[in-house]
């Protein structure tokens, strides 16, 4: 019962900040190019994956969806990578050493990028964590998903199928 109150209060809060918030950006508009470093401090910016279906997920390490999600979303990234689909793990910590430490027990096969100013999660009107963002080979949004319960991995499967079609 406390665990079903506790996700109704956090979808209550997610559909208020949805309602009051003006997205920056919208499904089926262009997806805004950014620019991120990762581990390695060299720029990965989304131009790079022109013409591939990207899924973005923006995330912290103190988020406990967040740390939930992110072996399911390795085995989305494996599966589908040979169709022209790649993920980019956005992380939205100023510092990120805990976000290092988190990914040497949950390594993965996907671009981790660092967002340590939020420039970008601002950019992509970042409201929950984590924040999921489809967009297609065209480069635009297709899809956008806030928050995460366990089976979302299933909505992100049937759109990154749908996606690699086009």
């Known amino acids: 019962m406390r665990q079903q109150m506790s996700s109704i209060l956090r979808y209550l809060v997610v559909t208020v900040w949805l309602l009051i918030s003006s997205a920056a950006i919208a499904a089926d508009g262009p997806a805004p190019d950014f620019a991120l470093p990762d581990k390695s401090g060299s720029?990965?910016?989304?131009?790079?994956?022109?013409?591939?279906v990207v899924l973005l997920n923006f995330w912290a390490s103190w988020c406990g969806p967040c740390r939930e999600e992110m072996p399911l979303l390795v085995e989305l990234h494996d599966r589908y990578e040979?169709?022209?689909f790649t993920m980019l793990g956005i992380n939205v910590e100023e510092d990120s050493a805990a976000a290092d430490n988190f990914l040497r027990t949950v390594p993965v096969s996907f671009p981790i990028l660092y967002d340590r100013t939020n420039s970008v999660s601002k950019l992509y009107d970042v409201i929950a964590m984590p924040s999921t963002v489809l967009i297609g080979r065209d480069g635009r949004v297709r899809y956008?998903?806030?928050?995460?319960?366990?089976?979302?991995e299933n909505d992100y499967q049937d759109q990154?199928?749908?996606?690699?079609r086009e």
């Open 144 to 152: 956008i998903h806030h928050g995460y319960e366990p089976g979302y």
């Open 43 to 52: 720029t990965v910016s989304l131009d790079d994956f022109e013409g591939q």
């Open 160 to 164: 990154i199928r749908e996606l690699v």
């Open 82 to 84: 040979a169709l022209g």
